[in-house]
């Protein structure tokens, strides 16, 4: 098919009028053409820019980026989402195409986002089980060696024609970052009535919600999980498209913070434009909205974990803060001289110190949990710390400097044998596997906000609702009180009676906001993508000569902690960032478990949900290069 029988080619305007060069066509008659393209596709009433953003000239934003009238299941051609390795990108290329003419050999691997049938269905996502290589390479079969030049550009629009690119909308389908505790007509439009934490009719999360001036009407939660596609969902960050030295932003330190969609940090942006106020019980209109807000995030945290209850959710500055609650309250009343608390040698520094200070100012004495050579816990030298002195069992769920995932489940359930307390840190496992408090039944569970796609400065402490209600305030004013007199305080029941002062509400919100996200995406989604992402750059950086990883369990999360044989980490750390890939290094605040290792420090590539195999090249081709000098 010549490109002269495209549909709608006919309106297209001279490409020497537009300055052709050499018989190709440039940018803005491209643009023009996948223009009229889309149009031309069945089902399609609204037009897109579709190239808009090539050379960087986008002129939508990410949250705006889905072309409204393609049918479901296609998008754009653009390619501000679609990753590409950035060593194989010229420095002004701000938004790369990826060479589609390398793949008719092999099933290309980048994001999975193209279904190959050869392989297995697993729980509704097709996904691969083993990466495919090259038989006679062994190189990836990775297909974006380069980049589409004009010619290439026509190729693929002619094809296109023909059979349409099969990817899915994923949750950009319509804008997610609608609040969903806005009031609900019978015609599915906002009310002018809002649903004031005082009334009655607050309306269910399975409701659709309509912002005033926007025509599309986003589903509630309860709506079917649209499919995992990671190059749609990679246009719903907008930081992704940042250039860091020249080169396009990779994004590898995710277990320090994760970025945010734009539904996030519309969300936030809506709070304080429409809905900001102090909460609970001033009789006015924001505060009501605010209210509604805030304590609707509660109810989404509650969800999210699957807690008995709001009272169970209180709301802390992050991971931190609420280990140090809990080791201030809990501790401070049920602590005493020669009783024992266990922590596992995988902590973060965040999980040691609190409960070192209640010690030395108790006299209790920490004992640590040992983990073999791979940095999983071995649960037979567990159970052998237990005696009648032993109080409470304080571990993470997935270590930050190894990624390891721990038996939780058995761990909780050794210790609840014996009548031991346990604090499950949940900071590095939020964001990658499902958690269930109830299946999981820990006395405590802590997380931050930032590390699960929201706002930093907010976080989140569960406690079994008997238990908080047992334990003294960790700090007094107000909110956290029903009746103060000069010689006496009545303290709220939890969770408010944790909440002292004004609480951080506009980023509660945005919390919430992030919670919607990834519910919408499916946790279970993203682990299975993640989990493929993982073995996918551990065998690749296996292969680098002299790289040493640290934490090699069976059971990991999406951490890939390294040394290079001559290289200092910070070096290594500075060499990536010069190709504009972000990864830590130094302890990662978690010096004991390095040292159990002889090391001092590490290189920590971390991963998410929005990163690739094209970024995993990236980075190995990186590390290659510096190895090499």
């Given at each position: 098919?010549?490109?002269?029988?495209?549909?709608?080619?006919?309106?297209?305007?001279?490409?020497?009028?537009?300055?052709?060069?050499?018989?190709?066509?440039?940018?803005?008659?491209?643009?023009?053409l996948?223009?009229?393209?889309?149009?031309?596709?069945?089902?399609?009433?609204?037009?897109?820019?579709?190239?808009?953003?090539?050379?960087?000239?986008s002129?939508?934003?990410?949250?705006?980026?889905?072309?409204?009238?393609?049918?479901?299941?296609?998008?754009?051609?653009?390619?501000?989402?679609?990753?590409?390795?950035?060593?194989?990108?010229?420095?002004?290329?701000?938004?790369?195409?990826?060479?589609?003419?390398?793949?008719?050999?092999?099933?290309?691997?980048?994001?999975?986002?193209?279904?190959?049938?050869?392989?297995?269905?697993?729980?509704?996502?097709?996904?691969?089980?083993?990466?495919?290589?090259?038989?006679?390479?062994?190189?990836?079969?990775?297909?974006?060696?380069?980049?589409?030049?004009?010619?290439?550009?026509?190729?693929?629009?002619?094809?296109?024609?023909?059979?349409?690119?099969?990817?899915?909308?994923?949750?950009?389908?319509?804008?997610?970052?609608?609040?969903t505790?806005?009031?609900?007509?019978?015609?599915?439009?906002?009310?002018s009535?809002?649903?004031?934490?005082?009334?009655?009719?607050?309306?269910?999360?399975?409701?659709?919600?309509?912002?005033?001036?926007?025509?599309?009407?986003?589903?509630?939660?309860?709506?079917?999980?649209?499919?995992?596609?990671?190059?749609?969902?990679?246009?719903?960050?907008?930081?992704?498209?940042?250039?860091?030295?020249?080169?396009?932003?990779?994004?590898?330190?995710?277990?320090?913070?994760?970025?945010?969609?734009?539904?996030v940090?519309?969300?936030?942006?809506?709070?304080?434009?429409?809905?900001?106020?102090?909460?609970?019980?001033?009789?006015?209109?924001?505060?009501?909205?605010?209210?509604?807000?805030?304590?609707?995030?509660?109810?989404?945290?509650?969800?999210f974990?699957?807690?008995?209850?709001?009272?169970?959710?209180?709301?802390?500055?992050?991971t931190?803060?609420?280990i140090?609650?809990?080791?201030?309250?809990?501790?401070?009343?049920?602590?005493?001289?020669?009783?024992?608390?266990?922590?596992?040698?995988?902590?973060?520094?965040?999980?040691?110190?609190?409960?070192?200070?209640?010690?030395?100012?108790?006299?209790?004495?920490?004992?640590?949990?040992?983990?073999?050579?791979?940095?999983?816990?071995?649960?037979?030298?567990?159970?052998?710390?237990f005696?009648?002195?032993?109080?409470?069992?304080?571990?993470?769920?997935?270590?930050?400097?190894?990624?390891?995932?721990?038996?939780?489940?058995?761990?909780?359930?050794?210790?609840?044998?014996?009548?031991?307390?346990?604090?499950?840190?949940?900071?590095?496992?939020?964001?990658?596997?499902?958690?269930?408090?109830?299946?999981?039944?820990?006395?405590?569970?802590?997380?931050?906000g930032?590390?699960?796609?929201?706002?930093?400065?907010?976080?989140?402490?569960?406690?079994?609702?008997?238990?908080?209600?047992?334990?003294?305030?960790?700090?007094?004013?107000?909110?956290?009180?029903?009746?103060?007199?000069?010689?006496?305080?009545?303290?709220?029941?939890?969770?408010?009676?944790?909440?002292?002062?004004?609480?951080?509400?506009?980023d509660?919100?945005?919390?919430?906001?992030?919670?919607?996200?990834?519910?919408?995406?499916?946790?279970?989604?993203?682990?299975?993508?993640?989990?493929?992402?993982?073995?996918?750059?551990?065998?690749?950086?296996?292969?680098?000569?002299?790289?040493?990883?640290?934490?090699?369990?069976?059971?990991?999360?999406?951490?890939?902690?390294?040394?290079?044989?001559?290289?200092?980490?910070?070096?290594?750390?500075?060499?990536?960032?010069q190709?504009?890939?972000?990864?830590?290094?130094?302890?990662?605040?978690?010096?004991?478990?390095?040292?159990?290792?002889?090391?001092?420090?590490?290189?920590?590539?971390?991963?998410?949900?929005?990163?690739?195999?094209?970024e995993?090249?990236?980075?190995?081709?990186?590390?290659?290069?510096?190895?090499?000098?």
């Amino acid at each position: 098919m010549s490109i002269a029988n495209l549909p709608g080619t006919d309106s297209l305007p001279d490409p020497a009028q537009l300055g052709v060069a050499g018989g190709l066509p440039e940018a803005n008659w491209l643009e023009a053409l996948a223009n009229q393209f889309f149009q031309a596709v069945p089902g399609s009433t609204t037009s897109t820019s579709g190239l808009a953003g090539l050379h960087g000239a986008s002129t939508s934003s990410p949250a705006s980026a889905i072309p409204a009238g393609l049918p479901a299941g296609t998008t754009s051609i653009a390619g501000a989402g679609l990753p590409v390795s950035p060593a194989a990108l010229p420095s002004t290329a701000l938004n790369p195409l990826p060479d589609l003419a390398s793949t008719s050999a092999t099933p290309p691997i980048v994001g999975y986002e193209t279904i190959n049938p050869g392989w297995p269905d697993q729980g509704g996502l097709t996904l691969p089980s083993v990466f495919p290589f090259s038989a006679t390479t062994g190189i990836p079969a990775t297909p974006f060696d380069g980049l589409l030049n004009d010619a290439d550009l026509l190729g693929l629009l002619e094809a296109s024609v023909a059979s349409v690119p099969a990817l899915s909308l994923a949750s950009a389908h319509a804008p997610a970052h609608v609040p969903t505790h806005l009031p609900v007509s019978s015609t599915g439009l906002v009310s002018s009535t809002p649903s004031f934490y005082f009334l009655e009719h607050a309306h269910s999360s399975n409701e659709s919600v309509q912002i005033p001036g926007r025509s599309a009407v986003v589903p509630g939660i309860a709506s079917s999980q649209a499919p995992f596609d990671v190059n749609l969902i990679r246009r719903d960050f907008p930081i992704l498209q940042e250039r860091v030295n020249g080169r396009q932003l990779i994004w590898l330190d995710n277990a320090a913070t994760t970025q945010k969609p734009q539904s996030v940090i519309d969300r936030v942006s809506y709070f304080y434009e429409h809905e900001n106020s102090n909460i609970h019980r001033a009789a006015h209109e924001l505060a009501a909205r605010a209210t509604d807000a805030y304590e609707g995030a509660r109810e989404k945290v509650r969800g999210f974990l699957n807690a008995r209850s709001v009272n169970e959710i209180v709301f802390v500055r992050g991971t931190t803060e609420a280990i140090n609650l809990v080791a201030k309250s809990w501790g401070g009343q049920n602590l005493k001289e020669g009783d024992e608390i266990i922590v596992s040698h995988l902590e973060h520094h965040a999980n040691i110190v609190p409960w070192q200070q209640i010690a030395a100012e108790k006299g209790a004495k920490i004992r640590v949990i040992p983990v073999d050579d791979t940095g999983q816990i071995l649960l037979d030298a567990y159970e052998k710390l237990f005696n009648s002195r032993t109080k409470l069992v304080s571990f993470t769920q997935v270590s930050n400097a190894l990624g390891t995932v721990t038996p939780a489940a058995e761990i909780i359930g050794i210790a609840h044998k014996h009548g031991v307390k346990v604090l499950l840190d949940g900071a590095q496992s939020v964001s990658h596997m499902r958690v269930d408090l109830q299946a999981l039944n820990p006395d405590f569970f802590v997380f931050s906000g930032h590390k699960v796609f929201g706002p930093t400065g907010i976080g989140v402490l569960y406690g079994r609702e008997e238990l908080l209600n047992s334990m003294p305030p960790w700090q007094g004013g107000g909110n956290m009180i029903k009746d103060v007199s000069f010689e006496h305080t009545e303290y709220h029941a939890a969770p408010g009676r944790f909440e002292a002062g004004t609480g951080n509400i506009a980023d509660a919100v945005g919390l919430g906001a992030a919670i919607d996200y990834v519910t919408r995406l499916g946790m279970d989604n993203i682990a299975l993508y993640e989990h493929g992402l993982l073995e996918y750059a551990t065998h690749h950086l296996r292969q680098i000569p002299g790289l040493r990883l640290i934490g090699t369990a069976a059971d990991k999360a999406s951490v890939l902690s390294f040394v290079l044989e001559g290289h200092k980490t910070e070096e290594v750390g500075s060499a990536l960032n010069q190709d504009g890939i972000a990864v830590r290094s130094g302890h990662h605040c978690a010096q004991p478990i390095l040292r159990r290792f002889g090391l001092e420090a590490t290189v920590r590539p971390s991963l998410a949900f929005y990163n690739t195999c094209a970024e995993i090249d990236a980075l190995v081709a990186s590390i290659r290069r510096i190895q090499r000098k």
